[in-house]
């Protein structure tokens, strides 16, 4: 049985199991409320924008509560990490590959999930489980595995040299100041398949839609449209999308990236993009995406459910992640229908 370099259950990030799902707010100038982990009697300021709030001294959390709702936040990140959290702090956060790298301890962040659950199926030699899920068909071999364009699989952390040439004929002169195409999770078996996954946790698909520009970082639906093309891939239609009133960016991007970067790596790879979301999340953009996709090409872009990898998820070795899944939150209530 292969090694599994998980936490022990009890070193889960908190949950279910531990949170008070109504926070109790103490005083509102300045904004104080009682720790968010049952039990604990410390009074704690939030932080806003003057502050970054106090941290509790036993639970190392810092209390979120605002209009949007309440979230806590780790004072380390490596305590919402349930895998490889050494290695995760040392090589992931502040790698240059990586945007926005300072989010990993928040109780929302979707990065800390997509790491938890795909490092530790990777540990467990499991990622041929999430592609079977795609692909529809029984899978021998286990993939590569990159997050965020940077290779995961084994300890070297180096980054894609397949996403760095996309990124080159896609976005050398970009007309705005804006991040690069980051996918969020890939797999990638040389010569058989590229599947492409924007992952979803508690943020939506964002659209651009037909008229100006919506701020100084984003592009214009006809840009996105100009910019990520070429006559030379076929899984897209880009003339349907030019009468679209809005298209999902995101996806346009990655299935533009999967299949361009799945040509250059062999002529007898099939390109995937998967939109990886909470059951009965962002059905509506999947079928709109969907009508954008060519018909003989429906195959190759779906919508997945974390719930669905926690399903094919069976047997005594999973029983970390298991737990994660079921007591996981999101705004101290459970994230997943599980």
């Not at 004929?169 to 492409?196: C, K, M, W």
């Not at 998967?274 to 709109?288: C, I």
Request: charged share 25%; glycine share 4%.
């Amino acid at each position: 049985m292969p090694s599994m370099n998980i936490a022990p259950v009890h070193w889960l990030p908190f949950g279910t199991l531990e949170l008070w799902p109504k926070p109790q707010r103490v005083s509102e100038q300045p904004r104080r409320v009682r720790c968010y982990v049952r039990g604990c009697q410390q009074i704690l300021a939030t932080p806003s924008r003057a502050s970054r709030g106090e941290i509790c001294p036993e639970h190392r959390i810092r209390c979120h509560h605002s209009s949007a709702g309440s979230t806590y936040s780790y004072a380390d990140p490596r305590h919402n990490i349930i895998a490889s959290a050494d290695l995760f702090a040392e090589r992931i956060i502040h790698h240059p590959f990586k945007f926005e790298s300072h989010r990993m301890g928040l109780e929302k962040s979707e990065d800390a999930v997509s790491w938890n659950v795909f490092r530790s199926l990777a540990e467990l030699d499991s990622l041929h489980r999430v592609a079977e899920l795609i692909l529809g068909v029984p899978q021998s071999f286990e993939p590569d595995l990159y997050l965020w364009g940077i290779k995961i699989s084994g300890d070297d952390f180096e980054s894609w040299d397949l996403l760095r040439a996309a990124r080159d004929r896609f976005e050398s002169n970009l007309p705005v100041d804006r991040p690069l195409t980051e996918p969020d999770i890939a797999l990638h078996l040389p010569g058989q398949y590229l599947i492409l996954i924007e992952a979803k946790f508690t943020s939506p698909n964002g659209y651009y839609e037909q008229g100006p520009r919506r701020d100084s970082s984003s592009l214009t639906l006809a840009e996105l449209l100009a910019i990520y093309h070429d006559s030379s891939l076929d899984v897209l239609d880009i003339e349907r999308a030019r009468q679209s009133t809005r298209v999902p960016y995101q996806l346009w991007r990655n299935m533009v990236f999967a299949e361009w970067m799945a040509r250059l790596d062999s002529s007898s790879t099939i390109p995937y993009h998967v939109n990886l979301v909470r059951a009965g999340y962002e059905q509506q953009v999947a079928h709109e995406f969907g009508q954008l996709v060519r018909p003989n090409h429906q195959a190759q872009f779906a919508q997945l459910t974390w719930e669905e990898i926690y399903h094919a998820c069976v047997g005594p070795v999973y029983r970390p992640l298991r737990q994660y899944f079921e007591t996981k939150t999101a705004g101290l209530t459970k994230a997943f229908d599980v």
